[in-house]
């Protein structure tokens, strides 16, 4: 998978609207983490699986810490360009709403 052993962005479906004052999510190892916290100098974000515990640290978008372990199944690669597109079209269609697809 692309997403695999490397840090991607996409904004969260909340911030597409108000993109300025949102939060992105992030895919790292094939697993998708939201924002939960900044630190002194870093950031964490823990897994969007909400039974799941696992947790990432980023600074200067570089992953400092991973804790926990995830017991769910990875994003394939299908999910992973699903999630792409989405973010690329939503993008491209809210600022305009007049647009045609």
Known sequence: MSSENSLTFVLSNR????????????????????FKENNKNSSRYICTNTECYACITIKDNVIIKSC????HQNLTESQFKIIK??????????PNKSKTL
């Open 85 to 94: 597109a989405k973010q690329e079209l939503k993008k491209d269609v809210l």
């Open 15 to 34: 911030g597409i609207k108000n993109s300025s004052t949102a939060h992105q999510k992030a895919i790292y190892d094939g697993y998708q983490y939201r």
């Open 68 to 71: 926990g372990q995830h017991y």
